[in-house]
Protein backbone atom coordinates (compact mmCIF):
# COMPACT_ATOMS: atom_id res chain seq x y z
CA UNK A 1 0.00 0.00 0.00
CA UNK A 2 1.69 3.75 -1.15
CA UNK A 3 -0.04 6.88 0.38
CA UNK A 4 1.52 9.61 -1.93
CA UNK A 5 0.91 12.69 -0.40
CA UNK A 6 2.00 16.11 -2.18
CA UNK A 7 0.97 20.09 -2.40
CA UNK A 8 2.41 21.42 1.32
CA UNK A 9 4.54 24.31 0.58
CA UNK A 10 5.49 27.91 2.75
CA UNK A 11 2.65 30.22 2.15
CA UNK A 12 2.02 33.32 4.74
CA UNK A 13 -0.66 33.74 7.49
CA UNK A 14 -4.07 33.88 5.85
CA UNK A 15 -3.41 32.19 3.09
CA UNK A 16 -4.40 28.53 1.04
CA UNK A 17 -2.80 25.28 0.00
CA UNK A 18 -4.57 22.11 -1.33
CA UNK A 19 -3.23 18.75 -0.34
CA UNK A 20 -3.75 15.80 -2.19
CA UNK A 21 -2.96 12.15 -1.44
CA UNK A 22 -3.19 8.92 -3.68
CA UNK A 23 -3.72 5.73 -2.60
CA UNK A 24 -2.52 2.41 -3.88
CA UNK A 25 -1.50 -1.05 -3.67
CA UNK A 26 -5.19 -2.22 -3.21
CA UNK A 27 -8.41 -1.56 -3.36
CA UNK A 28 -9.76 1.11 -0.69
CA UNK A 29 -13.67 0.40 -1.78
CA UNK A 30 -15.53 1.17 2.21
CA UNK A 31 -12.51 2.88 3.38
CA UNK A 32 -12.70 6.39 5.15
CA UNK A 33 -10.02 8.45 4.30
CA UNK A 34 -8.66 11.19 6.32
CA UNK A 35 -5.62 13.64 7.36
CA UNK A 36 -3.37 13.84 10.63
CA UNK A 37 -0.61 16.24 11.41
CA UNK A 38 2.50 16.53 13.23
CA UNK A 39 5.04 18.76 14.47
CA UNK A 40 8.55 17.94 15.88
CA UNK A 41 8.24 16.95 19.80
CA UNK A 42 4.18 16.31 19.56
CA UNK A 43 1.88 12.92 18.72
CA UNK A 44 0.35 13.00 15.23
CA UNK A 45 -2.88 14.62 15.26
CA UNK A 46 -6.45 14.32 13.71
CA UNK A 47 -7.12 17.09 11.14
CA UNK A 48 -9.92 15.96 9.01
CA UNK A 49 -11.97 12.74 7.97
CA UNK A 50 -14.31 11.50 5.10
CA UNK A 51 -16.47 8.71 4.81
CA UNK A 52 -16.64 6.15 1.82
CA UNK A 53 -19.94 7.84 0.18
CA UNK A 54 -18.19 11.64 1.42
CA UNK A 55 -21.60 12.13 3.23
CA UNK A 56 -20.13 11.98 6.29
CA UNK A 57 -17.23 14.60 7.06
CA UNK A 58 -15.30 14.77 10.78
CA UNK A 59 -12.85 17.98 11.63
CA UNK A 60 -10.45 19.28 14.22
CA UNK A 61 -12.06 22.00 16.11
CA UNK A 62 -8.99 23.91 15.73
CA UNK A 63 -9.73 23.83 11.97
CA UNK A 64 -13.31 23.81 11.95
CA UNK A 65 -14.47 26.35 8.96
CA UNK A 66 -11.07 26.76 7.48
CA UNK A 67 -10.66 23.03 5.76
CA UNK A 68 -12.51 21.17 3.99
CA UNK A 69 -11.70 17.58 2.89
CA UNK A 70 -13.09 15.85 0.06
CA UNK A 71 -11.83 12.74 -2.18
CA UNK A 72 -12.46 11.21 -5.58
CA UNK A 73 -13.36 7.43 -5.01
CA UNK A 74 -12.39 6.76 -8.76
CA UNK A 75 -9.01 8.01 -8.34
CA UNK A 76 -8.51 6.44 -4.87
CA UNK A 77 -7.59 10.07 -4.17
CA UNK A 78 -8.51 12.74 -0.88
CA UNK A 79 -8.19 16.15 -1.01
CA UNK A 80 -7.96 18.90 1.68
CA UNK A 81 -8.56 21.96 1.16
CA UNK A 82 -7.11 24.85 3.99
CA UNK A 83 -7.82 28.13 3.72
CA UNK A 84 -7.57 31.15 6.28
CA UNK A 85 -3.78 29.39 7.64
CA UNK A 86 -2.45 30.26 10.86
CA UNK A 87 1.33 29.32 11.80
CA UNK A 88 -0.16 26.79 14.14
CA UNK A 89 -1.10 24.48 11.25
CA UNK A 90 2.34 24.44 10.29
CA UNK A 91 3.67 20.51 10.07
CA UNK A 92 3.91 17.66 8.15
CA UNK A 93 0.49 16.18 6.98
CA UNK A 94 -0.27 12.86 6.30
CA UNK A 95 -2.91 10.98 4.72
CA UNK A 96 -5.14 8.29 6.17
CA UNK A 97 -6.91 5.36 5.78
CA UNK A 98 -9.26 3.67 8.08
CA UNK A 99 -11.98 1.02 8.25
CA UNK A 100 -13.93 3.06 10.89
CA UNK A 101 -15.26 6.61 11.09
CA UNK A 102 -14.58 9.09 12.75
CA UNK A 103 -11.04 8.18 11.82
CA UNK A 104 -8.79 7.45 15.07
CA UNK A 105 -6.12 6.15 13.49
CA UNK A 106 -4.32 5.52 10.10
CA UNK A 107 -4.40 1.39 9.14
CA UNK A 108 -1.67 2.58 6.40
CA UNK A 109 1.22 5.43 6.49
CA UNK A 110 2.61 6.87 4.10
CA UNK A 111 5.21 9.95 3.68
CA UNK A 112 3.36 13.12 4.51
CA UNK A 113 3.70 16.55 2.90
CA UNK A 114 5.19 19.67 4.79
CA UNK A 115 3.23 22.81 5.48
CA UNK A 116 4.76 25.91 6.56
CA UNK A 117 2.72 28.92 7.73
CA UNK A 118 4.58 32.29 8.27
CA UNK A 119 3.44 35.11 10.37
Known amino acids: VQLQASGGGLVQAGGSLRLSCAASGRTFRGYSLGWFRQTPGKEREFVAGINWSGYRKDYADSVQGRFAISRDNAKDTVYLQMNNLKPGDTGDYYC?????????????WGQGTQVTVSS
Open 96 to 108: AVSRDFPIIRSDY
